[in-house]
């Protein structure tokens, strides 16, 4: 007898060779996101920089003290954002992987941008500055081998895992 099909075992190894498949695809698929969260990071922080500066431009140096750090979206720290929003952008942008506003007034390790004054940025480090007149705009960047990764020593007394920052 001539019958057409396939067999138990034929299906079974076809159907595991797509798990296989489907399964890389999903791994390399993780790293992308991440990699695409990244260069969203950078794009965002590079906008707060020319934004920032725009306001500097426009408006002076905003009256802060040399060592203030803050979360750019924090309700605690809307002097900034009120002064940025709506003239230099619609709304802050915040963090792909942000869980939110920062649950209090006081900044701490999480997935938002951050804004410093009084400190500098020489590309690997920051360095506290002798002037207000200096800052640094940074994130957290998930990927570990992106070229702009940095571990930023840690200025503020805390141990937060920042590692990209620009500044002027």
């Not at 952008?89 to 992987?97: G, K, R, V």
């Not at 070229?147 to 840690?154: A, K, L, S």
């Amino acid at each position: 007898m001539n019958q057409k099909g396939f067999t138990l075992i034929e299906l079974l190894v076809v159907i595991s060779v797509i798990g296989m498949l489907a399964s890389i695809i999903l791994v390399s698929l993780s790293g992308g996101r991440a990699k695409a969260r990244d260069a969203r990071r950078k794009v965002d922080v590079n906008q707060i920089q020319k934004a920032f500066e725009l306001m500097i431009s426009d408006n002076g140096w905003p009256p802060n003290d040399a060592g203030t750090w803050i979360h750019l979206n924090n309700p605690c720290s809307s002097g900034l954002t009120s002064t940025l929003v709506p003239k230099y952008f619609a709304s802050m942008p915040d963090d792909p992987l942000s869980p939110g506003l920062p649950p209090f007034c006081v900044a701490a390790d999480g997935y938002w941008y951050y804004f410093g004054i009084g400190y500098k940025y020489d590309g690997i480090n920051g360095v506290t500055a002798a002037s207000v007149d200096n800052y640094i705009i940074c994130s957290k960047l998930e990927n570990t081998a992106d070229q702009d990764y940095h571990i930023i020593g840690n200025l503020w007394g805390r141990g937060w895992t920042l590692n990209y920052c620009v500044g002027n």
